[in-house]
Every structure is written in C-alpha cells, then in structure tokens.
C-alpha cells in the first residue's frame, strides 16, 4: 500500500465549502494511486457549535464542577462529530469510509489529562480498513489510555495525531491541511509580500513553532524527525504545493522570523549579593512551585531577569514577594526570533541583528541564540519595525525560498 496521512484543521472543515475542498483533495490523492488516511479537528473555531471551545464552554461559563478527565470526554466530541461527518462527505461521493475515534484507530496514551503523549498505536484497525479499499477517517487530538480513559493531546494534538500514524503506518507522506498556502518567511499580517518556503529542515520548523510561528505544532514535527516521514503544509484552498519539510534541504543562513507578543520581563533581586547562588535555587524553586513556565533566562551578580506571559506576571510576582524576594515587572514586552540551519557556519549573524533592529530605532533588552536561532527581547509596541528590519536585512523576500 502507498500509505498517505491527509490531516485537516478546523478550518478545513468548518463549513460546507470546506468540507468539499477537503473531500476532494482526498479523492484525489485516492485517484492517484495512494491508500489515504484521514485525520480531521473538530469543525470551525469559537463561537461555532462544534469547535472544541464552544464545547468547553458548556461547562466553564456556567461555572459547572468538572475534573479534567470529564474535561477531556467533553473535548474529544468535536472531533468524533467531525471523523463521523467527513465521513458521511465521502461516501456521498462514492467513496467507502470508516469514521474513527482515536482509541478504535489504536492510539494509546498516558493519563495526563488534557495534554496526553502517545505511548503506542496498535495499526491493525487501520491495516484492515484500507485492505478494504475503505478510507479511514480518525478523530485527531485524542486516544485511550490502559484503562479504557478518553485523553486528548494539548495544543496541536491533531497535527501529533497524524505525524504519529504516519510514522506507525510508514507512510509515504503527511499532509497537513490548513488556510494558508504552507510555512511563509514572516508573518504576512506584518510583512505582506511575505513568501512561501518550499522546503525547510523539521529543526527549523520547530524552531520557528516554539518562537511563536503557528502553522504546525513542534511536537508533532519532531515526531515526524524522528520516523523519518517528510511532512507537507499547504492550503486546503489553493493549489500551491505548500511547504515540504524534511532533512533533505540546503541550509539558509536564515530561514523565516517568528514572534511572541504578550510578555512580562521580571528582574528578581537577590536580598543578599553575597549569596547568589542560594538566591537563585530558592528563585527558580518558587517559580517551579507555581507551575509556571519561564524563558530568556539571564543570570547577573545582583539578580535573575527572565520573562512570563504577560497573564502570568502577578502570580510569579507574589509568590517570589513571599519568599521575600524584589521583583520589577515589565508588562508588553515581545521576542522576535531570526531560525536558520545555515547560521553556525556563517560568523556575525548575531552582529548584523543587532545592528538591523539599532537602525529601525528598535531597543533590545536581552538576547538568547541557540544552534540555529537567535532571540531578541524588545518592547511589543516595536515588533512591526523590528520584523520588517530584519526581514530587509537578510532579504527573505528573494525568490527561491
């Protein structure tokens, strides 16, 4: 068989016209030889009927008691609708199809409620389906634990859903279905002459994902990385052929630009100078108690400064306030990213971001680079500027992106 894992967004399912357009790139890919696997969200976004949060909703507005394994047996319906609709669009059209929930496609979880990992797919279902010339369609973002549980799988969970029967299927290839043409240099809502990358590395993908790109979830590129299935992102709309990723490309000095906006930069102050690393323990320790995740870390003689979201802000201030600690908050900050394999072998990427972002009048705070990204720190009122400086500087407007 020439397996091929298709995976539609909300969006691509949202609304009648949608669902066409989906169906058809499905029969098309069955037309032209391959045994398609479709993985579906649930249909459209808030305030829609249907849509995860419209679900939750039902119970969170009216302030109703639920724990979150009944949070996510709620959550998980959205896209059961969706695997049992989608499947009803292709057998109008001709086409045997079996809805599925994830537990009935094989995909076991742990019992981390609400943010599950996949911890094994039993393929036999599926196998048998498509040996019957029929069409599966499973229910992304959810599986079953040991114990017969309903879990869902956090933020992107049906991208991970299809990365992850793609890599248990071995499929030839994973199609990710969205409203846009693929993964674009920069955001075009900033930049609008922003181009589409043809091809680019799963590590750049991630990179851009964790720095604020929203196009395809890091967790379900990286499980793609390491079964060695290429991924493809393209419209469900238009007939580009989107964004290929995989290992196989030539490395740019820099690929794409991301940003975060909605974040707080926090200095906590050591009470006692000549104590540093016991102030930094007991820091980091009344943060971790809280649960809150923190990032830009930067350790000085007289304290650490790092960044929150901007929601986060007072419940990170209080709690190192108790443990007697000063702390100087500053809301409505931002972290623009440059990500590009080919920057470890070209010397003063670093000197020509700052340089870019002082010429655009931009200030930047704190700095942080990794392999293949370089982060900036600097006020969200100046992320439009400092975009566009950087996007000019490495010329990411070129053709052959």
Known sequence: MRIIVQKFGGTSVGDEEARLKARDRVISAKKQGFDPVV??????????????????????????????????????????????????????????????????????????????????INTARLLDVLASGQI??????????????????????????????????????????????????????????????????????????????????????HIAQQGGIPVRVRSTFAESEGTFITDDVARRVITGIAHVDGLARIEAVYPNPAEPSRARVAILKAISTIGINVDFINV???????????????????????????????????????????????PGVMARVVEALHRAGVHIMQTVDSEITISCLIDQASVAQAVRALYDEFDLGAPGM
């Open 39 to 120: 993985v579906v969200s649930a249909m459209g976004r808030r305030p829609g009927p249907y849509a995860t949060d419209s679900l939750l909703d039902l119970v969170r507005s009216k302030g109703l008691p639920m724990d979150a394994r009944g949070l996510d047996l709620l959550a998980s319906c959205g896209e059961v609708i969706s695997c049992v609709v989608m499947a009803g669009y292709l057998k109008a059209a001709g086409y045997e199809a079996v809805p599925l929930t994830g537990a009935q496609a094989g995909i076991r979880t742990d019992a981390q409620f609400g943010d599950a990992s996949i911890q094994g």
């Open 136 to 221: 599966p369609v499973v229910a992304g973002f959810q599986g079953v634990t040991d114990d017969g549980e309903i879990t869902t799988l956090g933020r992107g969970g049906s991208d991970t859903t299809a990365t992850a029967l793609g890599v248990a299927l071995r499929a030839e290839c994973v199609e990710i279905y969205t409203d846009v043409e693929g993964v674009m240099t920069v955001d075009p809502k900033i930049v609008p002459e922003a181009r589409l990358i043809s091809a680019i590395t799963y590590f750049e993908v991630e990179e851009l994902a964790n720095n604020g790109a929203k196009v395809v979830h890091p967790r379900a590129v």
């Open 300 to 346: 000085t003689p007289r304290a650490i400064l790092f960044t929150v979201k901007d929601e986060f802000a007072k419940a990170v201030e209080e709690a190192l306030r108790s443990e007697g600690f000063a702390c100087h908050v500053m809301a409505e900050c931002a972290k623009v990213s440059v990500v590009g394999a080919g920057m470890q072998e070209v």
